[in-house]
């Protein structure tokens, strides 16, 4: 079903890069999940009170808290969708993450008010009868859950949405808290045990769970996570694909909302090129990046001098940083030379786990113990992407 809607209301529905397209894939399926949870809370709410079990009304409800949850990611698309002005110059993306955000408290929070009527179930049980209806009404909403399950985690990943993938795992949570209430009442009918309480409290804690697990996801980029290994690769394979551009470090990917990237990166050139040849090299390698990324770049040019001298000097730091520990790198090299003595200028990339004013302590001091006469400067930098 949806795949036939999106090909009647999306125009250019392949191009998922488009924010456009995303927003209109992001109302659709909200829209399709507010009017199949509205119809499954209808139908288990009267299924519940012809049954009188807690656990089918608590369904029920959890299937309105859906279908306001649909609400809340239509109203994130949307939001997202808007373009720039002056007040958020970056754009409107990141409300994509507040929407799957919301919708994973949602979730947590069904999950409490389950347990807690669950327990009291428990404390104070109610006889429970069985209704061949409300089955029938329990078995397809289980397969009902399941189909949105599948299309919210397939548009997800199509268009790398962190709410859809939220919506997919209320999905889920909802098929799984549906089969435990069928499951109760079949145990009620046949074995005369009434489980209706404790089946509550199982699923009451599955959709916690997978609430918590949803937060986790949507709280990350909000926070600011490392971009993708392979978004990082094919930065690097575009930059470093130039004759000229001896190396680059310093790479920094700025995440505003799916489609709405910015990057900035330090390129190595050579110090002896022309400046303004150099400069032009830039220009095209930026242009190309947002060309195939889809993401503003900005890249700084760091001039490198390649001589026997400095060489020497470069690979004396190198090594030294490598001696305090393997993953430790050095760019921006320069040497400064003087009558009495040599300053070794240049940045090392340290890992989150190290300290680094102990790193530029150990390193200076070995440089020092190999050469009396040269002195590091050591600034510290961080690794902000990954295989980088």
């Given at each position: 079903?949806?795949?036939?809607?999106?090909?009647?209301?999306?125009?250019?529905?392949?191009?998922?890069?488009?924010?456009?397209?995303?927003?209109?894939?992001?109302?659709?399926?909200?829209?399709?999940?507010?009017?199949?949870?509205?119809?499954?809370?209808?139908?288990?709410?009267?299924?519940?009170?012809?049954?009188?079990?807690?656990?089918?009304?608590?369904?029920?409800?959890?299937?309105?808290?859906?279908?306001?949850?649909?609400?809340?990611?239509?109203?994130?698309?949307?939001?997202?969708?808007?373009?720039?002005?002056?007040?958020?110059?970056?754009?409107?993306?990141?409300?994509?993450?507040?929407?799957?955000?919301?919708?994973?408290?949602?979730?947590?929070?069904?999950?409490?008010?389950?347990?807690?009527?669950s327990v009291e179930k428990i404390i104070t049980p109610q006889a429970v009868s069985f209704s061949l209806a409300a089955v029938l009404?329990?078995?397809?909403?289980?397969?009902?859950?399941?189909?949105?399950?599948?299309?919210?985690?397939?548009?997800?990943?199509?268009?790398?949405?962190?709410?859809?993938?939220?919506?997919?795992?209320?999905?889920?949570?909802?098929?799984?808290?549906?089969?435990?209430?069928?499951?109760?009442?079949?145990?009620?009918?046949?074995?005369?045990?009434?489980?209706?309480?404790?089946?509550?409290?199982?699923?009451?804690?599955?959709?916690?769970?997978?609430?918590?697990?949803?937060?986790?996801?949507?709280?990350?980029?909000?926070?600011?996570?490392?971009?993708?290994?392979?978004?990082?690769?094919?930065?690097?394979?575009?930059?470093?694909?130039?004759?000229?551009?001896?190396?680059?470090?310093?790479?920094?990917?700025?995440?505003?909302?799916?489609?709405?990237?910015?990057?900035?990166?330090?390129?190595?050139?050579?110090?002896?090129?022309?400046?303004?040849?150099?400069?032009?090299?830039?220009?095209?390698?930026?242009?190309?990046?947002?060309?195939?990324?889809?993401?503003?770049?900005?890249?700084?040019?760091?001039?490198?001098?390649?001589?026997?001298?400095?060489?020497?000097?470069?690979?004396?730091?190198?090594?030294?940083?490598k001696e305090v520990d393997e993953r430790i790198t050095i760019h921006d090299f320069r040497a400064v030379k003087g009558n009495t003595h040599t300053n070794l200028?240049?940045?090392?990339?340290?890992?989150?786990?190290?300290?680094?004013?102990?790193?530029?302590?150990?390193?200076?001091?070995?440089?020092?113990?190999?050469?009396?006469?040269?002195?590091?400067?050591?600034?510290?930098?961080?690794?902000?992407?990954?295989?980088?």
């Amino acid at each position: 079903m949806i795949a036939l809607l999106s090909r009647i209301f999306i125009k250019n529905a392949k191009d998922t890069e488009n924010p456009e397209v995303r927003r209109k894939y992001g109302m659709l399926c909200g829209g399709v999940g507010i009017f199949l949870n509205a119809v499954l809370c209808v139908c288990k709410l009267a299924a519940g009170i012809i049954t009188g079990s807690i656990a089918v009304v608590a369904d029920a409800f959890n299937n309105l808290s859906d279908a306001g949850s649909s609400v809340i990611t239509i109203a994130g698309f949307r939001m997202a969708g808007q373009k720039p002005d002056s007040e958020h110059p970056f754009g409107h993306g990141r409300a994509e993450y507040i929407a799957g955000l919301v919708v994973s408290f949602i979730i947590m929070t069904v999950g409490l008010e389950l347990l807690k009527s669950s327990v009291e179930k428990i404390i104070t049980p109610q006889a429970v009868s069985f209704s061949l209806a409300a089955v029938l009404i329990m078995a397809a909403s289980v397969m009902i859950k399941s189909y949105m399950f599948f299309y919210n985690r397939r548009i997800g990943k199509k268009i790398d949405s962190a709410a859809m993938r939220a919506a997919a795992s209320d999905s889920l949570s909802d098929c799984i808290a549906t089969l435990a209430v069928l499951l109760s009442m079949l145990i009620n009918r046949f074995c005369g045990f009434n489980a209706d309480g404790w089946c509550g409290i199982a699923v009451a804690a599955f959709i916690f769970v997978s609430g918590c697990k949803s937060v986790k996801e949507t709280v990350s980029p909000l926070l600011g996570q490392p971009p993708a290994p392979e978004f990082v690769r094919k930065i690097k394979d575009i930059v470093l694909s130039y004759p000229d551009i001896e190396g680059m470090h310093d790479l920094i990917v700025h995440d505003y909302g799916p489609g709405r990237c910015m990057i900035s990166v330090h390129a190595e050139v050579p110090a002896d090129k022309s400046m303004l040849d150099m400069h032009d090299l830039i220009d095209r390698i930026e242009h190309r990046l947002a060309k195939e990324t889809g993401a503003v770049a900005v890249i700084h040019m760091d001039p490198v001098v390649r001589d026997e001298s400095t060489n020497r000097l470069r690979d004396i730091a190198a090594q030294a940083a490598k001696e305090v520990d393997e993953r430790i790198t050095i760019h921006d090299f320069r040497a400064v030379k003087g009558n009495t003595h040599t300053n070794l200028i240049f940045d090392a990339v340290v890992p989150f786990d190290m300290d680094p004013a102990s790193v530029k302590k150990q390193i200076a001091s070995l440089i020092h113990s190999r050469d009396e006469s040269l002195y590091a400067v050591v600034e510290t930098d961080c690794v902000y992407s990954p295989e980088h």
